[in-house]
């Protein structure tokens, strides 16, 4: 086998790889028992049972985790999983609201409606993700967006999924592609797959999916999928599976 690179970490073709901080996670239990927070999840559970046609079995934060794995593992292919995963971000929005923001804010003040989706991210999916902060980013031209960013400081939902795949399929495409086509704002996910922070850059459009190091990854050691996809790769993780239109 010979020694590649993937994400400027060395690895050996054929290997799954060793992902994620050697610290033990945090506790969120201050985050999760903030009325608002708790709000949120359930209305966001009940969404994703609507998709999914099932509910979990499981409480609070391993429900969502479950009901995730459920909709990877009933899709058909990466696509499938995208569609339905913009969808469930589209329902929890009233019918009007999406297409009303792009016209009254995205197109006339975009910079001032990335401002806003960054606070609205931080301030509403700490309990999803964790802690985060807005920070300025650089966004599309090369030019700095100020307080245009989010940095997830230790991803929740990447580290309890334990896999790039449902990183890939069930967050940063459906997303990027949510805040593109419905919210009229191009965002850019960076996940970094060492520690799991994320960087969401309102503002920045996404490059193409066989220029983004995302895609490139090698499968979680944790992943509990326990497949292979086209060598060390991660399940779900095909380019050609991942181009959406």
Known sequence: MRAVTRNGVSDVSGSWKKAGPEMPAPSYESIDSQP????????????MVDAIGTDSHNKGYDAIVDLTRMLNSQRNNPRDTQIKTRQILLSLFPSWLPPAFKVMFSEPLPSLSCQLNAWV???????LMGPCKVNDVEVDGGKLGIG???LVERCRYLEETGCASVCLNSCKIPTQEFFAKDMGLPLTMTPNYEDF?????FGLTPKPATEDEAFATPCFVQCPSKQRHRGDRCPGADVDALMWT
């Open 36 to 47: 608002l927070n708790k709000a949120i999840m359930s209305l966001f559970r009940r969404k």
């Open 197 to 201: 922070s994320c960087q969401f850059s």
């Open 148 to 150: 245009q960013g989010v």
């Open 121 to 127: 991210t931080m301030l509403t999916c700490q309990w």
